[in-house]
């Protein structure tokens, strides 16, 4: 075999191994796309059917029911237009509240009851880590300490 045959033949394999491994990478993104929905997508029957998705929403006050294993809880998911009720077993994230922003990930059942694997509680925009509020406090203290002396340095040169 000739030396360009032999390049040829290594280009042709190379190319052969990148589109492997692309088509390999396609596949497991596709396979772990899951769609996010408001509750009325969802009673309009946009939402896949026997595919894990995402529904999210506020949390309806005065809806969260445990049953008596004391562990599996119900509650009602609401976008304020159309209601669906979510059925979870398992732990309860701790900003998981009544009247607050929550996302579940699952399928939705026979009976139209959502079987939620996994809950997520979402938090406010105002939220901030505690090490970023103490940066941003800080910050706000030496700007108003800074702006406190330009003004006392202002103060004395009019006089």
């Known amino acids: 075999m000739k030396t360009r045959h032999k390049r040829i033949a290594l280009i042709v ?18 396979s772990n796309l899951v769609f996010f929905f408001s509750p009325t997508q969802v009673a309009a ?15 309806r006050e005065g809806s969260i029911k445990r049953e008596a294993d004391g562990v599996t809880l119900r509650f009602v998911m609401t976008d304020t ?15 998981f509240r009544e009247g607050k922003g929550a996302v579940a990930q699952g399928k939705l059942g026979e009976d139209g009851v959502f079987i939620a694997s996994e809950v997520l509680a979402k938090h406010d925009e105002n939220y901030m880590p505690p090490e970023a509020a103490k940066a941003v406090g800080d910050a706000h203290e030496r700007a108003a ?11 004395t040169i009019k006089q």
């Open 81 to 95: 237009e159309k209601d669906m009720t979510v059925a979870y077993t398992g732990i309860l994230p701790d900003l």
């Open 45 to 59: 029957g946009e939402a896949p059917k026997g595919k894990p998705f995402r529904i999210g929403g506020m949390v």
């Open 13 to 30: 394999g190379g190319l052969a191994v990148l589109g492997l491994v692309v088509a390999l990478v396609l596949n497991a993104f596709q």
């Open 145 to 155: 300490a800074n702006k406190a002396a330009i003004e006392a340095t202002a103060k």
